[in-house]
């Protein structure tokens, strides 16, 4: 009998390794953000701070176990096959959730995720064991439920939200206004006493988050308790002595010290509170078998009331959690892309958007435009101006008339981001209210960001967007998990064999994901993307830039072929699947246009050739992709609307056309591809002739219309491509021209 519980907690074991990789994968953004942002420290000691702190943060964990337990539902009510069937859900479901949103690289909440994944569960099997017993009706379902955390969690969602942003914000232009960019000039006592609130603000987070709950804090309850102002007081003055000591006799940067103190909390944080929530289920769904093994009771009949009482957590399994985690940490390729995505929104500096901008995040951003020009009314000009002066960002001057702006992600706002969020985070601990490190820790950097000026009238719209779009992930996460395990949880109490099915497909679901990622990673790292820093004499864009032209005809070519086919075969799929593939294709040339700007700004005096060469070259490529866009998508137009197919006439020239324009392109991207740049005026000729054959084409519909064509759809279908394949080809001719102009030129002024 107790055959299918073995199999069962056999599965829930790796479920809780893949559960806690996924989780690491996603959370790592909670304490290494700040510090790979400001570049504070080498990421290799980042690395090994941040694994100090998980094991730390392992062995110390037990607080949260108590909510697999019993902080959703009333054990007490559920027979063992019942609470067996819950976790089972719960785990699946979390694996599923939490590695989509790695692959997407946006961070969620693990906390979140798991308790209304527990409560989706939870609900599931109480209706089932409601609707079987004519005694109960739907009120009862209260009595299963501990609605009153779910309720605290739900309030503590949007509450951290909005409080994290604003405390972030205030915090960090206060101190800006204190530090100002030029933060090294400062005196040092303003360091010390910076240095003080801080380091004495992530110990306390330190103590308060990470031990209490746990065994250790039993022996330290009776000094803490009471004496919490005195304690902070008295670990205020000696930070700020021991850390104007440091300064003046050691020359240490504080700001970098307080940047990996602060690293270390938030990682013990994290492996304490946060993903022992994995481990939690199973050494539930484990102590429940133990306990219905002894009593030899039905599995449907046996009470799990043993579920609220507390039980020591086992030091070696937490180890072990801690071990995988770390690992995790060091080697997660989805861990750096979550990352990213946070860095990416609080960045200073302007560069390419991951998220494009809505109406929402316009009207935030009107409204934010609306504020700022009210303040600035009100206050007095002096006032503004010596403000205005504490944001101002130096510059360093260097040879050949280049100015390089220092990173603005600096030691100060990476400092404020890791005391706000341990003090918020401690805060919430000590008043006993559910919070999400991640919701914090992320809110508080967007806050920090918005003080910080970072979100510029370039930026703004996009950044605002991106936010908009992380938030609203997370209580999707909450809408979708309580769903998600809740279908799970009565697909499993339906019949014990779905769950050898479900396992399948999370297997299934988890491996196509990772080769879906895999595969854009290595398309990614294919994009060869002009370094524009380095770029500073005609020579080095012709010979960087060929690579990508090169690349960028072999897709052209490609794509094309697959038009005309797809055309003939008259196949939407694949004509849809086309036309993903260059609408991709346009958006990479429209970011390097977008780059135009960053580009000439690195050039000095003597490179306008260069520049003018490189802003020609990337015209081109747009007229290129525009053109094959335009091919694409009317062909994909024509046979969406079922308009008649092509004749076999057109369908001919236009392959006969194709197959011209394969060979020229194929010659075309070797000789970029091995730069025999000099033979570039014999292509010249054939595109010539090529472009007579689409002429001759052209005249051949004509006449075609006035003796036997009857379809005007197909005509102008026919007519579109062949004219966009000229522009096409004259795009192509021009970029040629472009180069061997250059390339001549520059091989001139190498002979002098």
Same mark, same amino acid.
């Given at each position: 009998?107790?055959?299918?519980?073995?199999?069962?907690?056999?599965?829930?074991?790796?479920?809780?390794?893949?559960?806690?990789?996924?989780?690491?994968?996603?959370?790592?953004?909670?304490?290494?953000?700040?510090?790979?942002? $400001?570049?504070?420290?080498?990421?290799?000691?980042?690395?090994?701070?941040?694994?100090?702190?998980?094991?730390?943060?392992?062995?110390?964990?037990?607080?949260?176990?108590?909510?697999?337990?019993?902080?959703?539902?009333?054990?007490?009510?559920?027979?063992?096959?019942?609470?067996?069937?819950?976790?089972?859900?719960?785990?699946?479901?979390?694996?599923?959730?939490?590695?989509?949103?790695?692959?997407?690289?946006?961070?969620?909440?693990?906390?979140?995720?798991?308790?209304?994944?527990?409560?989706?569960?939870?609900?599931?099997?109480?209706?089932?064991?409601?609707?079987?017993?004519?005694?109960?009706?739907?009120?009862?379902?209260?009595?299963?439920?501990?609605?009153?955390?779910?309720?605290?969690?739900?309030?503590?969602?949007?509450?951290?939200?909005?409080?994290?942003?604003?405390?972030?914000? +205030?915090?960090?232009?206060?101190?800006? *206004?204190?530090?100002?960019?030029?933060?090294?000039?400062?005196?040092?006592?303003?360091?010390?006493?910076?240095?003080?609130?801080?380091?004495?603000? +992530?110990?306390?987070?330190?103590?308060?988050?990470?031990?209490?709950?746990?065994?250790?804090?039993?022996?330290?309850?009776?000094?803490?308790?009471?004496?919490?102002?005195?304690?902070?007081?008295? $670990?205020?003055?000696?930070?700020?002595?021991?850390?104007?000591?440091?300064?003046?006799?050691?020359?240490?940067?504080?700001?970098?010290?307080?940047?990996?103190?602060?690293?270390?909390?938030?990682?013990?944080?994290?492996?304490?509170?946060?993903?022992?929530?994995? %481990?939690?289920?199973?050494?539930?769904?484990?102590?429940?078998?133990?306990?219905? *093994?002894?009593?030899?009771?039905?599995?449907?009949?046996?009470?799990?009331?043993?579920?609220?009482?507390?039980?020591?957590?086992?030091?070696?399994?937490?180890?072990?959690?801690?071990?995988?985690?770390?690992?995790?940490?060091?080697?997660?390729?989805?861990?750096?892309?979550?990352?990213?995505?946070?860095?990416?929104?609080?960045?200073?500096?302007?560069?390419?958007?991951?998220?494009?901008?809505?109406?929402?995040?316009?009207?935030? %951003?009107?409204?934010?435009?609306?504020?700022?020009?009210?303040?600035?009314?009100?206050?007095?000009?002096?006032?503004?101006?010596?403000?205005?002066?504490?944001?101002?960002?130096?510059?360093?001057?260097?040879?050949?008339?280049?100015?390089?702006?220092? @990173?603005?992600?600096?030691?100060?706002?990476?400092?404020?981001?890791?005391?706000?969020?341990?003090?918020?985070?401690?805060?919430?601990?000590?008043?006993?209210? @559910?919070?999400?490190?991640?919701?914090?820790?992320?809110?508080?950097?967007?806050?920090?960001?918005?003080?910080?000026?970072?979100?510029?009238?370039?930026?703004?719209?996009?950044?605002?967007?991106?936010?908009?779009?992380?938030?609203?992930?997370?209580?999707?996460?909450?809408?979708?998990?309580?769903?998600?395990?809740?279908?799970?949880?009565?697909?499993?109490?339906?019949?014990?064999?779905?769950?050898?099915?479900?396992?399948?497909? *999370?297997?299934?679901?988890?491996?196509?994901?990772?080769?879906?990622?895999?595969?854009?990673?290595?398309?990614?790292?294919?994009?060869?993307?002009?370094?524009?820093?380095?770029?500073?004499?005609?020579?080095? %864009?012709?010979?960087?830039?060929?690579?990508?032209?090169?690349?960028?005809?072999?897709?052209?070519?490609?794509?094309?072929?697959?038009?005309?086919?797809?055309?003939?075969?008259?196949?939407?799929?694949?004509?849809?699947?086309?036309?993903?593939?260059?609408?991709?294709?346009?958006?990479?040339?429209?970011?390097?246009?977008?780059?135009?700007?960053?580009?000439?700004?690195?050039?000095?005096?003597?490179?306008?050739?260069?520049?003018?060469?490189?802003?020609?070259?990337?015209?081109?490529? =747009?007229? *290129?992709?525009?053109? #094959?866009?335009?091919?694409?998508?009317? $062909?994909?137009?024509?046979?969406?609307?079922?308009?008649?197919?092509?004749?076999?006439?057109?369908?001919?020239?236009?392959?006969?056309?194709?197959?011209?324009?394969?060979?020229?392109?194929?010659?075309?991207?070797?000789?970029?591809?091995?730069?025999?740049?000099?033979?570039?005026?014999?292509?010249?000729?054939?595109?010539?002739?090529?472009?007579?054959?689409?002429?001759?084409?052209?005249?051949?519909?004509?006449?075609?219309?006035?003796?036997?064509?009857?379809?005007?759809?197909?005509?102008?279908?026919?007519?579109?491509?062949?004219?966009?394949?000229?522009?096409? #080809?004259?795009?192509?001719?021009?970029?040629?021209?472009?180069?061997?102009?250059?390339?001549?030129?520059?091989? =001139?002024?190498?002979?002098?």
């Amino acid at each position: 009998m107790g055959d299918p519980y073995i199999l069962m907690l056999i599965a829930l074991a790796i479920l809780a390794i893949v559960d806690l990789v996924v989780g690491v994968s996603n959370d790592a953004v909670n304490f290494l953000n700040s510090a790979i942002g $400001s570049k504070a420290i080498s990421v290799r000691n980042i690395m090994l701070i941040a694994s100090i702190g998980v094991f730390f943060g392992a062995v110390t964990s037990s607080g949260m176990m108590e909510v697999a337990r019993k902080g959703i539902f009333n054990p007490n009510m559920f027979m063992f096959q019942d609470i067996m069937f819950i976790f089972m859900a719960v785990m699946i479901t979390d694996i599923l959730l939490l590695d989509i949103f790695n692959s997407i690289g946006m961070p969620t909440s693990t906390t979140v995720s798991i308790v209304f994944e527990l409560l989706g569960a939870a609900v599931s099997i109480s209706l089932i064991k409601i609707s079987s017993n004519d005694g109960q009706s739907f009120s009862d379902l209260w009595n299963y439920i501990n609605h009153e955390t779910a309720t605290k969690i739900i309030f503590g969602i949007l509450l951290s939200v909005v409080i994290a942003f604003s405390v972030g914000a +205030i915090v960090q232009f206060i101190s800006r *206004v204190i530090y100002s960019f030029n933060f090294q000039k400062r005196p040092t006592y303003i360091s010390a006493l910076f240095g003080g609130f801080a380091i004495t603000a +992530i110990t306390y987070f330190i103590i308060i988050k990470g031990l209490k709950g746990t065994p250790f804090y039993k022996d330290l309850e009776h000094l803490i308790e009471g004496n919490t102002l005195l304690i902070i007081s008295g $670990s205020f003055v000696v930070w700020s002595i021991i850390s104007q000591f440091l300064i003046q006799l050691f020359k240490i940067n504080i700001l970098k010290l307080i940047i990996g103190v602060g690293t270390f909390s938030l990682a013990m944080a994290f492996s304490g509170n946060d993903l022992v929530n994995f %481990v939690g289920v199973p050494i539930a769904a484990w102590n429940s078998y133990q306990a219905w *093994v002894v009593s030899g009771v039905d599995p449907n009949s046996f009470s799990m009331g043993i579920l609220a009482e507390k039980v020591p957590s086992n030091v070696w399994l937490l180890l072990l959690a801690g071990s995988i985690m770390v690992v995790t940490l060091w080697t997660s390729s989805k861990a750096q892309n979550v990352i990213k995505t946070g860095i990416d929104l609080s960045r200073q500096g302007d560069g390419h958007e991951k998220f494009q901008p809505n109406a929402l995040s316009r009207i935030f %951003v009107r409204i934010a435009m609306g504020i700022n020009a009210g303040f600035r009314f009100v206050i007095p000009k002096p006032t503004l101006e010596y403000i205005d002066s504490k944001f101002q960002k130096p510059v360093i001057e260097l040879p050949k008339d280049k100015t390089y702006e220092l @990173p603005a992600f600096d030691l100060v706002r990476a400092s404020v981001n890791l005391i706000v969020a341990g003090i918020l985070i401690s805060i919430a601990t000590s008043m006993k209210l @559910p919070l999400s490190t991640t919701y914090v820790t992320f809110m508080v950097a967007m806050g920090t960001s918005l003080a910080d000026r970072a979100w510029g009238r370039e930026s703004a719209v996009y950044r605002v967007a991106g936010v908009i779009n992380v938030v609203a992930g997370w209580f999707l996460t909450a809408i979708v998990a309580f769903l998600a395990s809740a279908l799970v949880a009565y697909l499993i109490s339906w019949n014990m064999i779905m769950i050898p099915i479900l396992l399948a497909v *999370v297997a299934f679901l988890i491996i196509r994901n990772s080769l879906i990622y895999r595969k854009k990673s290595k398309e990614v790292k294919k994009q060869v993307y002009i370094e524009r820093s380095e770029l500073i004499t005609i020579n080095g %864009v012709i010979e960087e830039s060929a690579d990508h032209i090169s690349e960028v005809i072999n897709r052209v070519n490609k794509l094309y072929t697959n038009v005309v086919n797809d055309l003939a075969e008259h196949d939407l799929n694949k004509l849809r699947k086309t036309d993903k593939h260059v609408a991709k294709l346009n958006e990479e040339i429209d970011n390097l246009k977008d780059g135009v700007f960053y580009f000439i700004k690195s050039l000095d005096e003597t490179s306008v050739q260069a520049s003018r060469f490189y802003i020609m070259v990337l015209g081109y490529l =747009q007229d *290129v992709a525009q053109s #094959i866009s335009y091919i694409s998508r009317a $062909s994909y137009k024509h046979v969406n609307n079922n308009h008649k197919n092509l004749k076999k006439g057109q369908i001919n020239d236009l392959k006969e056309i194709d197959s011209e324009l394969t060979t020229l392109l194929t010659k075309e991207a070797i000789i970029f591809e091995k730069r025999q740049l000099d033979n570039l005026n014999g292509l010249l000729i054939e595109k010539t002739h090529l472009l007579k054959n689409v002429s001759s084409s052209i005249e051949k519909q004509v006449a075609r219309i006035r003796t036997d064509e009857t379809s005007p759809k197909n005509t102008t279908l026919y007519f579109s491509v062949l004219l966009e394949t000229k522009d096409l #080809i004259k795009a192509l001719m021009s970029l040629l021209e472009t180069y061997e102009e250059f390339h001549l030129s520059a091989k =001139q002024q190498n002979d002098l």
